[in-house]
């Protein structure tokens, strides 16, 4: 087979480790990829949300899948032109991605269908948002209606902060169009637990669980970000509580959307709060994670290819998910100053001490192959993930492995899973 990624962070390099494991391809090919990605795929140089080019390039090659990576081209609707040209794609039409595409939508959906999430209002209009806050209880969360990579999210603990959030999302439009729209939403307290699944439609496959930190500084401190590191499994996602939300969240959001004339192709992405009074959607994502990916990936079992073939042709019943009986624990190296302003084209050095086989693996997120060698080129660097027997050792195998990578202004944190040791 021939396979062709789209994408160039993290989540694509993990996805194109995966790829190169099924005995079943003979050829990676990557839009646009990265430096590291250039290790397993040919890249080429054509960028996400160019679809026609991408379909030219795909039936050129005799591309047998194309897995869309990113939100942005899923979305606008990239499976929507690839399909046209027939090809074979793993990722949701644009009907289906607007489950993460919309807040909004996601929200009325969880509404009319039952499923647990916070209570929340949706706002078009500036005024009536500010007046609505003035009837609110605190702190409250507001939500850019569309995508905001990851950022269009603020937790607003007082009025003020609250009215200065409007301002900044719907005024000023610091998050663009995605602006245009927005949720307020009941805080909710608890553990956040990341959930991916496998989707064809009509059946829904789950992933091991993860949990990522947004913030930028150590103790969830600093601006939000795409994510600074992640764990798998979480101990706080238990039996019990995978059981309650097959039943309750997982099984009724692809059914709704099958009702709704929007059946889900691809992997959902359930970001979900363990509340006292049970677990309840967060957000949705209408792909893998990143750097979730990074991390649920390297301990899946299965043939990938098989997977996802499952998903496209809507066989994905016949599958049993498999995962290794073990932990990952993913550091992201990022350009001091992210996600605010930094410097990049800085060589990175340390790269070739990594080898899968001992389970360290290193993940480019933001870099560039140049006449120097491996430079910075992203907020976000590089993603080093260790496995080990549990969630300890494996957390101490990628710290560890962060002090074989030197680049200057390297930053990360230094607390990623540390709530694991308070279980």
């Known amino acids: 087979m021939k396979v062709l990624i789209v994408g160039g962070g993290g989540r694509e390099h993990a996805i194109a480790y995966a790829v190169s494991k099924s005995p079943k391809v003979e050829k990676i090919y990557c839009a646009p990829g990265n430096a590291g990605i250039a290790s397993l795929a040919e890249c080429v140089d054509i960028q996400v949300m160019d679809f026609e080019e991408i379909a030219r390039f795909a039936k050129k090659i005799a591309a047998d899948l194309v897995i869309v990576g990113p939100d942005d081209p899923l979305a606008a609707g990239i499976v929507d032109v690839l399909e046209e040209y027939g090809l074979k794609v793993f990722g949701p039409d644009s009907k289906a991605a607007i489950l993460e595409g919309s807040k909004a939508f ?8 039952g499923i647990p999430t916070a209570s929340y209002e949706i706002f078009d209009n500036a005024d009536k948002a500010l007046a609505y806050l003035e009837t609110s209880r ?8 569309g995508l905001a990579l990851g950022k269009g999210v603020l937790i607003c603990n007082t009025p003020e902060e609250a009215r200065e959030g409007v301002q900044q999302i719907m005024l000023d439009k610091k ?4 602006g245009n729209r927005m949720v307020i939403e ?3 307290t608890g553990r956040e637990v990341s959930v991916l699944t496998f989707c064809d439609g009509k059946t829904v496959k789950v992933m091991s669980s993860a949990q990522d930190h947004k913030r930028a500084g150590d103790g969830d401190t600093g601006l939000n970000t795409g994510g600074m590191g992640t764990f798998s499994p979480s101990p706080f996602y238990t039996p019990k509580i995978d059981e309650y939300c097959r039943k309750n969240i997982y099984k009724p959001t692809v059914e709704a959307m099958a009702k709704e004339g929007r059946p889900f192709r691809g992997v959902i992405f359930f970001g979900l709060m363990l509340t006292e009074d049970g677990p309840k959607v967060l957000e949705y994502n209408a792909r893998f994670g990143d750097p979730e990916a990074q991390v649920v990936l390297p301990r899946m079992k299965n043939d990938i290819i098989d997977v996802m073939l499952a998903c496209v042709d809507g066989t994905l019943g016949k599958i049993k998910l498999e995962f290794e009986d073990n932990a990952a624990v993913c ?8 996600p605010g302003k930094y410097e990049r084209g800085f060589v990175i050095e340390g790269l070739d001490s990594f080898d ?6 290193v993940f480019h997120s933001g870099t560039k192959k140049t006449g120097k060698g491996i430079v910075t080129n992203g907020g976000r660097v590089l993603g080093v993930t260790a496995k080990g027997e549990n969630l300890k050792a494996a957390r101490a195998r990628a710290y560890e492995a962060v002090e074989w990578v030197r680049f200057d202004n390297k930053y990360f944190r230094h ?3 540390k709530a694991i040791e308070e279980v």
């Not at 998050?175 to 995605?178: E, L």
């Not at 550091?331 to 992210?338: C, D, H, I, Q, T």
């Open 106 to 113: 996601s929200k009325d959906l969880m509404k009319k269908y």
């Open 138 to 145: 605190f702190p409250v969360v507001l939500k850019a209606d």
């Open 175 to 178: 998050f663009g169009i995605a």
């Open 186 to 188: 009941e805080y909710m």
């Open 331 to 338: 550091v992201m190296l990022a350009s001091n100053g992210y």
């Open 356 to 361: 899968e086989k001992e389970g360290y693996y």
């Open 415 to 417: 607390d990623i899973g």
